[in-house]
């Protein structure tokens, strides 16, 4: 766990916390996280997968994702998100995907970002 949750240690632009449960504090290269839009051959909303990295090591607090349909209000996603899948990397970090379910998938705009949550 950083020493300094809201420092920056290594210069990088992201909270040592955030580092600290993307796993960036591990020494390797940044894994970036990625929204992926599959279209839905009958035409129904394209599905939405969105992927990012987490150490496997992070005890101490984890990954969030908060939505917004107007980059003003913020919601916790959790409601929003299927459990899609999760790869282990082999470098102590592993790549989770969440898929975006109904209502929110359908929303006209949707804007997600990561949070490092401590319990």
Do not use: C, Q
């Not at 632009?13 to 993307?22: A, K, M, P, Q, S």
């Not at 970090?93 to 990561?114: C, K, N, Q, Y």
Request: glycine share 8%; charged share 25%; proline share 10%.
């Amino acid at each position: 766990f950083p020493r300094n949750p809201t420092g920056d240690s290594d210069v990088n632009g992201e909270r040592d916390l955030v580092d600290y449960v993307l796993g960036s504090d591990l020494g390797l290269p940044p894994i970036r996280s990625k929204i992926i839009a599959e279209p839905d051959p009958s035409g129904s909303p394209a599905t939405l997968r969105l992927s990012y990295p987490v150490s496997l090591g992070a005890e101490r607090a984890h990954v969030g994702v908060s939505y917004s349909t107007n980059l003003v209000t913020w919601m916790d996603a959790a409601p929003h998100l299927e459990w899609f899948s999760r790869e282990a990397l082999g470098d102590g970090r592993a790549l989770m995907t969440w898929r975006v379910i109904s209502p929110l998938r359908d929303a006209p705009r949707i804007f997600l970002r990561l949070r490092a949550v401590e319990p």
